[in-house]
Structure formats: structure tokens, C-alpha cells
């Protein structure tokens, strides 16, 4: 037996009286799950204004923000992933591939671009979680590596946006070549005494971490990124006990010397800049 009876049926509200909102305008935020307006976000970096939670950006807008007057000049945009391995688990890599390109309008989980950063004519390479994790398979090693050669060439400075869930295994032992590969590149940028800005987002995790993420002459990381080689879940399963609190987040990491600074997002331009300017005896570019 119910307490109570609906003496009339439905709530009925006049049309004039409703509120449309559209979809999508609304967000909740993982730091402190309170409802965002989608565009307040967009202004503000993508950084939640009531707790500073940094969501994901894509390679795109961390372009905008860091070259000057957000002009840049894409590279590589026509390198594409294949299907040496013809992998196939709940579906093929393949149909994988067409529907995440279909998705993000990306080609693979990273692009490279070239500009000006404070004035410094500088070559960046930046990854994307949107495309498939952000994993790094033969095309991801292969547009970090150009970035790479072309600092060298133009003897620029080299920075590279980690954004990553490690080495893509539809591809293999070949996923696993690229962080040699990245690696022995960054040895010759070195040799010529360029420096590499290394920025670490959310997750950066995997075979990015144990190659070219940790070899940077300078460690960013945006506040509250995951950053580690095997996630903090498959580390407490293999040693059976509870892990550190903040275990692997960006505060704790530089607390243990692999981060150099943890730079918000709407400083992180101007602290680049700084870096630059540092690091570069010659004058910035007019």
C-alpha cells in the first residue's frame, strides 16, 4: 500500500515557463563534481574556475596557446597508421583507425607544429588522448621524431606536450621501437646544445614516460597529472599493499625530483617564455 496518491496526473508546466538547455552546455568536473558551463570552461583554459581541475586539451588548442598570436604551421599532417600486425581484438585495428580519425578529424595521437614562442623560433610536437589513449605507436615516434630533426636543422628548441596511456599494442614490438628511436634523436639535439621543454599532462604514462617524456632539459607539469610507467592500480596489485596518498600525481613526482616545476595552465606560456629566454643567448626573433 503506498503513503500517497498523485491526485492529478504529471507536473505540467507552460512552454513559455520552460528553460531549453542545450546539450553538452553543462559539465561536471571530476576535481569537485560540481556542474560547469561548458563555455565559462572553454574560457578559462579548460581549468575548472571553483577547484583549478585541469582537463584534457587537445594538440590544437595547446598550440593556440602557446605560439604568438596562436599562429603556427602544421607538419606531418599526412602520416597515417597501418595494420602490420592485421590486430584484431573486439574489432579489427583498422576499423579502429578509420572511426577514431572519423571522431577526432586527427590523423594519428600526434601533430607537430612550428612558430614562434616569445619571439623564439621553436619546433613542438604535442600528443592527443582523444586518439586511441594517446598511444604511441609507429606514427606517434615518427612525427616526435621529425619535430625533433627539425629543431635540429633550424636549431631550434624542442618541446614536446606528453599526453599518453604509453605504447600502442596493436602494433607491437614496433610501438616499442619508437622510444628508442625518439630517444637516440634527442641525443643529437643535445650534441648541438638545444634545449628540450618537456610538458606533462594528464596521464603521461607508459613507454612516453620511459623515453622521450623524462629526458627534457626541463620537467612541466600541469597540476594533478598522473605520471608514471605502470598505473598506480597495476602497482598496488603487484606489491599487495596500499600506495602513498598523491602517489604519482605531479605534486608528489616533483616532490621526489623528476618534475622540475608544476606550472598552472594560464601561466604556462609566459613561463615558457621565461625559459626561453634563460636558456637562449641569442635574441628572440622580430
Same mark, same amino acid.
Given at each position: 500500500?503506498?503513503?500517497?496518491?498523485?491526485?492529478?496526473?504529471?507536473?505540467?508546466?507552460?512552454?513559455?515557463?520552460?528553460?531549453?538547455?542545450?546539450?553538452?552546455?553543462?559539465?561536471?568536473?571530476?576535481?569537485?563534481?560540481?556542474?560547469?558551463?561548458?563555455?565559462?570552461?572553454?574560457?578559462?583554459?579548460?581549468?575548472?574556475?571553483?577547484?583549478?581541475?585541469?582537463?584534457?586539451?587537445?594538440?590544437?588548442?595547446?598550440?593556440?596557446?602557446?605560439?604568438?598570436n596562436s599562429k603556427f604551421r602544421l607538419h606531418d599532417a599526412d602520416l597515417i597508421s597501418v595494420d602490420p600486425l592485421e590486430f584484431t581484438d573486439r574489432k579489427t585495428y583498422t576499423s579502429r583507425l578509420d572511426a577514431t580519425r572519423a571522431k577526432t578529424g586527427l590523423s594519428d595521437a600526434a601533430r607537430a607544429a612550428t612558430g614562434n614562442i616569445g619571439g623564439h623560433k621553436t619546433s613542438v610536437a604535442s600528443m592527443d588522448f582523444g586518439f586511441i589513449g594517446g598511444s604511441m605507436g609507429s606514427v606517434v615516434g615518427e612525427i616526435v621524431t621529425r619535430a625533433i630533426r627539425r629543431a635540429c636543422k633550424n636549431k631550434t628548441p624542442l618541446i614536446v606536450i606528453a599526453q599518453s596511456g604509453g605504447a600502442r599494442m596493436m602494433e607491437g614490438a614496433l610501438s616499442l621501437m619508437q622510444m628508442a628511436k625518439t630517444s637516440a634523436n634527442l641525443t643529437k639535439l643535445s650534441e648541438l646544445g638545444l634545449p628540450?621543454?618537456?610538458?606533462?599532462?594528464?596521464?603521461?604514462? !607508459?613507454?612516453?614516460? #620511459?623515453? =622521450?617524456? +623524462?629526458?627534457?632539459?626541463?620537467?612541466?607539469?600541469e597540476p594533478g597529472a598522473l605520471i608514471g610507467f605502470a598505473?598506480?592500480?597495476?602497482?598496488?596489485?603487484?606489491?599487495?599493499?596500499?600506495?602513498?596518498? !598523491?602517489?604519482?600525481? #605531479?605534486? =608528489?613526482? +616533483?616532490?621526489?625530483?623528476?618534475v622540475d616545476m608544476i606550472v598552472e595552465r594560464r601561466e604556462l606560456r609566459s613561463r615558457i617564455v621565461d625559459i626561453l629566454n634563460l636558456l637562449l643567448e641569442e635574441s628572440p626573433a622580430k
Open positions: 500500500m503506498s503513503w500517497f496518491k498523485r491526485q492529478t496526473e504529471g507536473i505540467k508546466t507552460s512552454r513559455n515557463e520552460q528553460i531549453d538547455v542545450p546539450e553538452g552546455q553543462w559539465i561536471k568536473c571530476p576535481g569537485c563534481n560540481d556542474p560547469l558551463n561548458a563555455r565559462e570552461l572553454d574560457g578559462n583554459l579548460l581549468v575548472c574556475p571553483k577547484c583549478d581541475y585541469h582537463f584534457k586539451m587537445t594538440s590544437t588548442d595547446y598550440f593556440e596557446l602557446l605560439f604568438d628540450f621543454i618537456v610538458i606533462l599532462t594528464n596521464p603521461t604514462t !607508459g613507454g612516453v614516460t #620511459a623515453s =622521450f617524456a +623524462m629526458l627534457g632539459d626541463v620537467h612541466i607539469a598505473g598506480p592500480r597495476v602497482i598496488r596489485e603487484m606489491m599487495g599493499q596500499d600506495l602513498p596518498d !598523491g602517489f604519482q600525481k #605531479a605534486e =608528489f613526482v +616533483m616532490e621526489h625530483g623528476f
